[in-house]
């Protein structure tokens, strides 16, 4: 998979799937799933460190993510389903590779995380920011948000209007597609609106109370409905981030190594 991915003259070799693997099978291993306009680099630190700690670690690219052209239009293409498969074939490379598979996913990758964490027999999910929906919309204007944005035609937003293409980190998109982003809140409502508990047997939403972007009240009360059909399903309030939504990179202003890294790994730990 790496090697096919860096052959792919669209990807920057650099943000390609990537793998940091023991030379046998382990007893864990773990998926690393990157966020929203982001790609594999965003664990060029952490994926090394978890493979210290005993791990075999696997982080899949995301279709249309990771391309030499921070300002492809490519990334209209994406589909949920796009997402959701690659992430459940990266679980199951990573079943050959270990006894027990583990998933942590920041942003769409959060919500990826709960919607395997409901179908798949994982051991633990962290879903770090789960993009349930937009801050500051509830759950009925997040819905209508979605559909239209389904509907209208797709434009690309800034994710920084200010810096706009000289946002960091300078390997992630600096731009987002209308269209994209409503498949990623598609998938947050299947994760929602399903019924039944789930097969991992852990979920754990991972909030951070500072997050500007992604809605907290909305994974809240999923995680309440989750747990009241028997799940188990924990929510964790990460008070020490920082205020923001990108807590993993490790190329941004206060760096994530000393305070996110240790509390994660922790967290993967008990």
Request: charged residues 20%.
């Amino acid at each position: 998979m790496t090697a096919a991915d860096r052959a792919n003259p669209r990807v920057d070799p650099h943000n390609a799937y990537a793998t940091w693997l023991h030379r046998k099978r382990t007893k864990r291993a773990i998926v690393l799933l990157h966020g929203f306009t982001n790609n594999p680099r965003q664990f060029a630190v952490l994926g090394p460190e978890l493979h210290a700690d005993g791990y075999n670690v696997i982080a899949p690219r995301f279709p249309y993510h990771g391309y030499r052209d921070r300002m492809t239009d490519a990334l209209a293409l994406m589909r949920a389903n796009d997402v959701l498969a690659c992430a459940l074939e990266a679980v199951i490379l990573a079943a050959h590779v270990a006894e027990r598979v583990d998933v942590l996913g920041l942003s769409l990758a959060g919500t990826v995380g709960a919607w395997l964490a409901q179908r798949v027999a994982l051991g633990q999910v962290l879903a770090i920011s789960p993009f349930f929906g937009i801050r500051d919309l509830n759950g009925p204007g997040n819905d209508a948000l979605t559909a239209a944005m389904d509907v209208l035609p797709n434009i690309f937003v800034w994710w920084d209007p200010i810096h706009r293409e000289a946002m960091l980190p300078h390997h992630a998109y600096p731009r987002f597609a209308t269209h994209a982003l409503a498949e990623s809140l598609v998938i947050g409502e299947a994760v929602r609106r399903r019924e039944g508990s789930l097969r991992a047997q852990r979920l754990r939403f991972v909030l951070n109370p500072g997050d500007p972007i992604v809605n907290n009240d909305i994974a809240e009360r999923c995680a309440a409905d989750l747990r009241r059909r028997g799940s188990a399903v924990e929510v964790v309030h990460a008070t020490g981030f920082p205020p923001r939504h990108d807590v993993i990179e490790p190329t941004l202003p206060d760096p994530p190594m000393t305070t996110v890294y240790p509390f994660l790994r922790e967290l993967l730990r008990s």
